[in-house]
Nanobody
Framework: QVQLVESGGGSVQAGGSLRLSCAFS????????TAWYRQAPGKQREEVAG???????NYGDSVKGRFTISRDNAKNTVYLQMNSLKPEDTAVYYC?????????????WGQGTQVTVSS
């Protein structure tokens, strides 16, 4: 049973920082591309940042220069460092990953972690 467990969410004031973690467990799969998404109330879920197994990254325009995605393949963990947070960053943040096992690629979601930024 594959599990993606997010942690690190919380409440901060504008300008503050948080680091989210997403730990993968329960699988002999190879973790391929991973990404962080977020969903604010009344809005569609959007991709914030993504990273390939080789370390290539991409970011949404609204977070470029403020957020950094990274991964530790040895620890099966992906991180999202969020700096200069703004109230509009308030959302539930979800970890997403493509896992490859026995030649089959499957996509998984974490349960989400709340990030609240106050002005």
């Amino acid at each position: 049973q594959v599990q993606l467990v997010e942690s690190g969410g919380g409440s901060v004031q504008a300008g503050g920082s948080l680091r989210l973690s997403c730990a993968f467990s329960g699988s002999n799969s190879m973790i391929m591309r991973t990404a962080w998404y977020r969903q604010a109330p009344g809005k569609q879920r959007e991709e914030v940042a993504g990273i390939t197994r080789g370390g290539n990254t991409n970011y949404g325009d609204s977070v470029k220069g403020r957020f950094t995605i990274s991964r530790d393949n040895a620890k099966n963990t992906v991180y999202l460092q969020m700096n200069s947070l703004k109230p509009e960053d308030t959302a539930v943040y979800y970890c997403n990953a493509d896992l490859l096992r026995l030649g089959v690629l499957k996509n998984y979601w974490g349960q989400g972690t709340q990030v609240t930024v106050s002005s």
